[in-house]
């Protein structure tokens, strides 16, 4: 990520997405995200606090240092967290490539979301893997554009998805990356390396997945690139809204929407 620019912004309407998709992918994506009794927690890039709220209210007896690099994003989070009553997170401003910590300091290292936007994913996984004790789990989840496919099906509809995967790259970021998740994490040498792809499924059976994700998280987040793809030339005003009004006709009563992100878990050696 070049100079700490982001490519889906810090606005008020990217947190609101941000906490959408946390509240719909909750059980999808947190329903093992167990950590030990007592034990300490790092949440690397925690946003607006979208999985913060749910994986310290999940795990009441663990204690969470919560990290950003963005001081906005992290006064926010604060203020969330402290008003549903949270009391087992800490926050504080710094950068994943290079964490004000000890080694070894931490029981659990969970990061959600933010390889993708890093130029070098493996440089900040590194140092997680130093600040994360022997025998302590690390847990990463990031999405993968590349694997969306729905019915009906559209040409212009992936060309605005590609929108979105050309403008990352461009600010130095891969919106593929769940697919690399295995290489990344094998590369670090951890024990019981597991990566498991988590399926969003989503058809008109599920009105709340159809609100939450089709329409709230994903087609949000593609929407939100309209101008900047626009600008740079990528595509044309016509074709990218061709584009989202074929991602819309994938919600109705015959349509269905899939995507996969991924989890990886290892234990440090
Ligand atoms: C897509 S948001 C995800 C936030 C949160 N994990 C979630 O799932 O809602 C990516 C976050 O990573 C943060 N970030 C990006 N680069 C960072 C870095 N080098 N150090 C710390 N945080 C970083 C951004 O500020 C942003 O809040």
């Known amino acids: 990520m070049k100079n700490h620019e982001y490519l889906h912004g810090y606005s008020k309407k990217e947190g609101l997405r941000l906490n959408n998709q946390a509240a719909t ?5 947190h329903y093992d995200s167990i950590f030990p009794r007592h ?5 690397a890039g925690c946003g607006v606090g979208a999985q913060t709220k749910i994986i310290a209210s999940k795990n009441p007896d663990s204690c969470f240092i919560s990290i950003d690099i963005s001081q906005d994003s992290i006064t926010e989070a604060e203020r969330v967290i402290r008003f549903l009553g949270i009391s087992n997170v800490e926050f504080k401003q710094a950068d994943i490539c290079k964490l004000p910590f000890r080694d070894g300091m931490f029981d659990c290292v969970i990061i959600c979301f933010v390889l993708e936007h890093l130029q070098n994913p493996l440089q900040a996984l590194t140092e997680l893997k130093r600040v994360l004790r022997k025998g302590g789990t690390m847990m990463v989840i990031e999405g993968d554009h590349g694997s969306t496919f729905f019915y009906p099906d559209s040409n212009y509809a992936y060309l605005s998805i590609n929108c ?3 403008l ?9 990356i769940g697919r690399e998740l295995y290489l990344l994490l094998n590369t670090l040498n951890l024990s019981n390396l597991s990566i498991s792809p988590r399926i969003v499924y989503v058809d008109s059976s599920k009105p709340q997945l159809v609100e939450g994700f089709i329409k709230n998280t994903f087609i949000s987040m593609i929407e939100g690139v309209k101008e900047k793809a626009i600008q740079k030339g990528i595509i044309d005003n016509l074709t990218f809204e061709k584009g989202i009004n074929d991602l819309y006709r994938t919600t109705q009563s015959d349509g269905i929407f899939c995507y996969t992100f991924f989890k990886g878990c290892g234990i440090k050696k």
Do not use: F, H, P
């Open 39 to 43: 034990g300490l927690v790092l949440e």
């Open 164 to 166: 979105q995967i050309q």
């Open 25 to 29: 992918l909750e059980d999808l994506i």
């Open 168 to 176: 990352q790259k461009q600010s130095g970021g891969n919106a593929n």
